[in-house]
Nanobody, 129 residues
Framework: VQLQASGGGLVQAGESLRLSCVLS????????MGWFRQAPGKKRDFVAG?????????????EYADSVTGRFTVFRDSAKNTVYLQMNSLKPEDTADYYC??????????????????WGQGTLVTVSS
């Protein structure tokens, strides 16, 4: 499995960006997917996650970090084998390298980096004030 992330760029505060993560070598619906971000000098943090399809209804379909709830939306397009992160009302503190990841063998959203098997390369998001 390989993940290819794209869509980063330089935007002004209040603007929007959509990140894409294409999964190859597998089916995106067969993995719990996550987006993480890492600012310079800081650890990699959970941003948003998407549960694997076909799991129990006890699992939330999506989960978000408190700092992005209400502004970011994670969703998948199975036909394109792609997971997206729609980011609205961007703030300077959202500036970071963003990474997508796939977790094998679980259904629910995973918030820990250790839970993920496959990682894409980072895509840089820079938000100016």
């Amino acid at each position: 499995v390989q993940l290819q992330a794209s869509g980063g760029g330089l935007v002004q505060a209040g603007e929007s960006l959509r990140l894409s993560c294409v999964l190859s070598g597998g089916t995106v619906s067969g993995y719990a997917m996550g987006w993480f971000r890492q600012a310079p000098g800081k650890k990699r943090d959970f941003v948003a996650g998407l549960a694997r399809e076909g799991g129990s209804t006890k699992y939330a379909d999506t989960e978000y970090a408190d700092s992005v709830t209400g502004r970011f939306t994670v969703f998948r397009d199975s036909a394109k084998n792609t997971v997206y992160l729609q980011m609205n009302s961007l703030k300077p503190e959202d500036t970071a390298d963003y990474y997508c990841a796939a977790s094998n063998g679980v259904f629910g959203v995973q918030r820990l980096t250790l839970s993920y098997t496959f990682w894409g390369q980072g895509t840089l998001v820079t938000v100016s004030s």
